[in-house]
Nanobody
Framework: QVQLVESGGGLVQAGDSLRLSCAAS????????MGWFRQAPGKEREFVAA????????YYADSVKGRFTISRDNAKNTVYLQMNSLKPADTAVYYC?????????????????????WGQGTQVTVSS
């Protein structure tokens, strides 16, 4: 069972940037696509961004497109989420997730069912 550990969250002001990291255990990280989701208080968890297993393809929710960038370093078993121009609406617990299937031929469009393992989350709070 893979373990995913997020880090990098915190309290920032609107317009600031943060970079989240998600470290995965094991030796199979490079075989799986990865994703980031978030859940704000009182709301359902929503998709943020995904990257395929090789890092060649990415996909973003419209709400973060142009502001957030997902990337991965397979040598470090880590996926990142660079968040720029943060808004109060970005306040949420951010979760990373691993694709349920290895070597998926397309990058996930963010369906929960595409992902089989989840981290514990890291809090991001953006003040106005």
């Amino acid at each position: 069972q893979v373990q995913l550990v997020e880090s990098g969250g915190g309290l920032v002001q609107a317009g600031d940037s943060l970079r989240l990291s998600c470290a995965a255990s094991g030796r199979t990280f490079s075989r799986y696509g990865m994703g980031w989701f978030r859940q704000a208080p009182g709301k359902e968890r929503e998709f943020v961004a995904a990257i395929n297993w090789s890092g060649s393809s990415t996909y973003y929710a419209d709400s973060v497109k142009g502001r957030f960038t997902i990337s991965r370093d397979n040598a470090k078993n880590t996926v990142y989420l660079q968040m720029n121009s943060l808004k109060p609406a970005d306040t949420a617990v951010y979760y990373c997730a691993r694709d349920a299937l290895p070597f998926r031929t397309y990058v996930s469009r963010g369906l929960n069912a595409d992902f089989g393992s989840w981290g514990q989350g890291t809090q991001v709070t953006v003040s106005s």
